[in-house]
Every structure is written in structure tokens, then in C-alpha cells.
């Protein structure tokens, strides 16, 4: 081919197709690459308000589980300093009432946003409900002999600020997530009796 035989106006007609083409691959890259840019903010943007969803839950949680373990505090504290009364009781059970079931909803909704810390949270949920049951037993051998019912509820002072302790200790652990299998390994060495009495119930 004998470029010299080309008429100039056929080089203005290939500039202008070549610089159409450039312009159009440019534009479809800068589009693409927009495309994608904006995808990953959006994904950002979603794992941002799921963290700070779990974050919200969880501390839900935490205060939750605070307030059952100074609820049973309070309740065999009391029993404890020989200083009991059915309309304390009463109290107690209003409150652990409220309590327990916001724990499993809230255990509900950060299972659904991080399954492995809801599935983690379990444990905690079952001493709750562990604890609860022993003391609420101890409730009602109080309304039959006040006497043994005190003595009962005495007792479990200890296993109430064990758990109070679980809580204030562990739960922060698996809030920063730290593993959470240690958990039983601690509770053996620190609190024989509470795994102990879980294993008899």
C-alpha cells in the first residue's frame, strides 16, 4: 500500500474515527471503573451499618446481662444479710421477667448479623437461665418455710456474683473477639463449684 497515494482528507476522516474510538473506550473505562468504585462503597457502606447494628446489640446485651447479674446479686445479697421479704421476691421476678426474654431477642438479632458470636452467646444466655432457675426455686421453698428459703437463697450469694463476674470478666472478651472456648477452661479453674452445680442440675 503506497501511503503517499491516500488524499489528505482521508487522514482527517481516520484521525476523527481514532479519536471516536478513544473517546469511547475511555468513556466505557472511566464508566466501568466508576461502576466499581461505587459498588465498593456501597459494600462499605452496608459492613459499616451492620457493625455498628452489632455493635448496638450487643451493647444492649451487655447492659441486659448487667442488670440480671445485679438483679440476683441484690436479691441473695440481701438473703445473705438475713434481710428478705416476699415483696423483694416480687420485685426480683418482675424484673428477671423483663430481663431474660430481651436476652434471647437480642441474642436473636446478633445471631442474624455475626452467627458465630450469637452462637457464642448462647453459653451465656444458658446461665443466666441456670442461675435464675436455682434462685427462683429457692423463692418458692420462702413461701413455704422462710427459714430454709433464706438459707437457700444465702447460698446462691456465691454462685450469683460468679456469674456477675462471668459476665463482667468474659463478655467483654468476646465483644473485642478474643475466642470464647476459654470460657469453660476458666470457669473450671476459678469457679469448680458453679460448673460443678451445672452438671449436677
Known amino acids: 500500500m503506497d501511503w503517499a497515494s491516500i488524499p489528505k482528507e482521508a487522514y482527517a476522516l481516520l484521525g476523527a474515527a481514532v479519536g471516536a474510538l478513544i473517546s469511547i473506550v ?19 457502606a ?12 450487643f451493647q444492649a446485651m451487655a447492659t441486659d446481662f448487667g442488670s440480671a447479674a445485679h438483679s440476683m446479686c441484690w436479691l441473695t445479697w440481701q438473703a445473705s444479710h438475713g434481710n428478705m421479704t416476699q415483696e423483694m421476691i416480687d420485685e426480683y421476678n418482675a424484673e428477671i421477667h423483663e ?35 436455682k434462685i427462683g426455686i ?3 421453698t420462702f413461701e413455704k418455710d ?3 428459703g433464706l438459707a437457700e437463697l444465702k447460698a446462691l450469694n456465691t ?3 460468679d456469674f ?30 458453679l460448673l460443678r452445680k451445672r452438671r449436677i442440675s
Open 26 to 44: 475511555t468513556a466505557y473505562l472511566t464508566q466501568r471503573a466508576q461502576r466499581k468504585l461505587e459498588r465498593e462503597k456501597l459494600r462499605g
Open 146 to 148: 422462710n427459714a430454709v
Open 99 to 133: 430481663i431474660l426474654p430481651k436476652l434471647v431477642g437480642g441474642k436473636i438479632m446478633i445471631w442474624a448479623l455475626d452467627p458465630k458470636l450469637g452462637d457464642q452467646l448462647d453459653e451465656y444466655i444458658q446461665l443466666a437461665y441456670e442461675v435464675d432457675e
Open 46 to 57: 452496608r459492613q459499616g451499618a451492620m457493625l455498628r447494628e452489632l455493635g448496638r446489640c
Open 159 to 161: 454462685l450469683a456474683k
Open 138 to 140: 429457692a423463692c418458692l
Open 164 to 193: 456477675d463476674e462471668i459476665i463482667y470478666r468474659k463478655l467483654g472478651e468476646i465483644g473485642r473477639g478474643r475466642p470464647h472456648t476459654t470460657l469453660f477452661k476458666w470457669m473450671a479453674r476459678k469457679w469448680s463449684d
